[in-house]
Nanobody, 115 residues
Framework: QVQLVESGGGLVQPGGSLRLSCVVSGDIFIRYFMGWYRQAPGKQRELVATITSGGTTNYADSVKGRFAISRDNAKNTVYLQMDSLKPEDTAVYYC?????????WGQGTQVTVSS
């Protein structure tokens, strides 16, 4: 069974930075298409960024130029570097691993951007 464990969330002031990590276990990490999603209170879960096995990335328009997704296949880990954070980035951030029609989720990590 594939398991994902996120870490790195917290409280940060507007303009600050955070780095989220997601460690994947239970299968061969490099096989998976990885993504970060977020869900704010009262809103639907939305895509933030994705990365293929080969490192091709894609971002939501709202985070382009501020967030960066990366992966370390030797460490079975995907990262989300978040810079220039805004209050509207406040949400629970979820890691996702997808392959052959199957998707797995982490438990989520809270990011709060507030002064």
């Amino acid at each position: 069974q594939v398991q994902l464990v996120e870490s790195g969330g917290g409280l940060v002031q507007p303009g600050g930075s955070l780095r989220l990590s997601c460690v994947v276990s239970g299968d061969i990490f490099i096989r998976y298409f990885m993504g970060w999603y977020r869900q704010a209170p009262g809103k639907q879960r939305e895509l933030v960024a994705t990365i293929t096995s080969g490192g091709t990335t894609n971002y939501a328009d709202s985070v382009k130029g501020r967030f960066a997704i990366s992966r370390d296949n030797a460490k079975n880990t995907v990262y989300l570097q978040m810079d220039s954070l805004k209050p509207e980035d406040t949400a629970v951030y979820y890691c996702n691993a997808a392959r052959l029609g199957h998707a797995f989720w982490g438990q989520g990590t809270q990011v709060t951007v507030s002064s």
